[in-house]
């Protein structure tokens, strides 16, 4: 790539997403509710956390909430009081049968206000019953439907219960992971035209973009093991979405070792460059495709949702995928300073 202006485009656009991905705020949530373990017939009063509620005199007594079970099976409490600006008191009058015969039921929590709009925690409410009638519950289960939900007014990012700011790092870690791959698919490119023509030139690059894309992926590592530990409690565990990622490192940091070892210049070439194109289709079922045929904990593997409404939404994709642009042009700019390094050494040693 010549020129300067894609160098340029990628410090823009790391501005961009440095600036605009702390800056965002998160769109109010709910933190947490006690009790969360209910019985059938009881009168309860539920205390609610949340997190950058916009709580004013005009929206505080419009302010709403219910519990539902997949939108079926509804029920609207009887007061909502706002205690501060970030905990409110919610009675519920819970009815004496479950609408299924079920001895627990989960719950999902709605609390719904002018301008900040609806937050939701999903099956945080268990509600047990000892015997009861089916019929009878599905009937006082279907009480107050949702209607007129309230919008968030202006830009945020969704809060999403577990993450809670974390949910910033899908920018850096998962974005830092797609240019390790763009990187080292092209780095395949580069390893294949010089197995087919034997212009150093080729190798110098394919080495320089896989040496970058490996330093991407360490990061990658690096960045989910910090999440993990927010989120999980622990900075590894035995998960095989992390295993199989680690063991891609190791994949890769064995082509840097091989690199090292060979002498002969085009000994070494030629090995490294057929041992990264192998490498290359290796890691892809590593990385996309055992992990599909396990449970994970991580996104997107394991039944686990990915890249869809549970993670993101449009105002957070209107970062996410700069921020991919953004690392994978800082990544060519890094592998073009390799690229030139090599060069010169290469000019110097042969004086």
Not at 27 to 42: A, F, M, W, Y
Not at 52 to 73: F, H, V
Not at 103 to 113: G, K, N, P, Q
Not at 134 to 154: D, F, H, I, T
Request: aromatic share 12%; charged share 15%; net charge neutral.
């Amino acid at each position: 790539m010549k020129g300067s202006w894609w160098k340029i485009l990628s410090v823009v656009l790391m501005l961009y997403v440095i600036v605009v991905g702390f800056l965002m705020p998160l769109k109010p949530g709910i933190v947490n509710v006690t009790p969360q373990n209910l019985n059938s017939g009881e009168e309860v009063t539920l205390e609610v956390e949340l997190y950058n509620a916009d709580i004013t005199e005009q929206n505080k007594s419009q302010i709403r909430a219910w519990l539902i079970r997949d939108t079926t099976y509804i029920l609207q409490s009887q007061r909502v009081n706002v205690v501060n600006d970030q905990l409110l008191e919610i009675d519920f009058n819970l009815p004496e049968h479950l609408p299924t015969d079920e001895e627990v039921m989960a719950f999902t929590l709605v609390v719904d206000a002018p301008d900040m709009g609806s937050s939701v925690l999903p099956s945080g409410i268990f509600v047990g019953q000892s015997g009861g009638n089916q019929s009878l519950g599905a009937e006082a289960w279907s009480r107050g439907g949702l209607v007129n939900l309230s919008v968030y007014k202006g830009f945020g990012i969704p809060y999403r219960n577990l993450l809670a700011e974390t949910l910033r790092n899908t920018y850096f870690h998962v974005s830092l992971w797609f240019a390790m791959f763009i990187l080292y698919f092209v780095s395949v490119i580069y390893s294949i035209r010089y197995l087919r023509k034997r212009e150093v030139y080729f190798d110098q690059v394919g080495s320089s973009l896989v040496e970058v894309g490996t330093l991407f992926g360490i990061l990658g590592l690096i960045t989910g093991a910090i999440w993990a530990k927010n989120t999980w409690g622990t900075y590894w565990t035995a998960d095989v979405k992390l295993n199989m990622a680690a063991i891609s490192m190791m994949i890769y940091a064995a082509y840097l070792v091989l690199r090292i070892s060979l002498a002969d210049a085009d000994k070494r070439a030629i090995i490294s460059s057929s041992y990264n194109i192998f490498a290359f289709f290796i890691i892809i079922p590593l990385i996309f495709v055992i992990p599909r045929l396990t449970d994970s904990l991580h996104p997107g593997n394991g039944g686990n949702p990915g890249f869809g409404g549970e993670d993101m939404d449009n105002t957070m994709r209107m970062v996410f995928y700069p921020a991919i642009l953004a690392f994978t042009l800082l990544g060519l700019w890094m592998a073009n300073l390799m690229m030139r390094y090599k060069r010169i050494r290469n000019k110097l040693d042969e004086i």
